[in-house]
């Protein structure tokens, strides 16, 4: 644990993979990269530094953790961030893809960004099926309203 930030370094780890599977930083990225993506433009990525008081770092590290601890190889991962083993990960289909909609609503409030704007961001992938757009847009508006925590 880090005494400065009060973070466990697997809570780190987790809130990283969570915000680099996002579509806010696929886009970002998709914007920079014209060929090969290079350890340079993972460096210049802007992911938000939170602490363990933000409110919005431990719903995306209980997410992030329910959607990677389904197997039994994440045992020791899951007993670390309090998922208490694979069996309370989420392996359901209909649920990661509720927790995935979730995780992209949260970093898109993360980067401020109006529902516009994310709106634009989800239209420019063109191979991501629909439900999935609709899903991560009525994510974002429920933890505008408070719903999502």
């Known amino acids: 644990m880090n005494a400065a930030t009060g973070i466990k370094e697997y809570d780190v780890l987790l809130y990283v993979v969570a915000i680099l599977n996002s579509f806010v930083i696929d886009y970002s990225l998709r914007l ?3 060929a090969n ?19 919005a770092f431990a719903p995306i ?6 959607l990677i ?10 007993r670390e961030v309090g998922l208490g083993s694979h069996k309370n990960g989420a392996a359901d289909p209909v649920e990661r893809a509720r927790l995935r909609a979730e995780l992209d609503g949260l970093a898109a409030h993360l ?3 109006t529902e516009e704007e994310f709106a634009h961001i989800l239209n420019a992938f063109p191979l ?17 309203r408070g719903l999502l925590k």
């Open 32 to 34: 920079r990269v014209a």
């Open 37 to 55: 993506l290079t350890m340079f433009y993972i460096y210049q990525l802007p992911v938000p530094r939170l602490t363990a008081k933000d409110p």
């Open 61 to 66: 590290v209980q997410r992030a953790a329910r």
């Open 69 to 78: 601890c389904t197997t039994p190889e994440f045992d020791d991962l899951a």
């Open 111 to 113: 980067y401020n960004l």
């Open 128 to 144: 991501v099926a629909d439900p999935v757009k609709v899903a991560a847009q009525n994510a974002y508006r429920d933890v505008e």
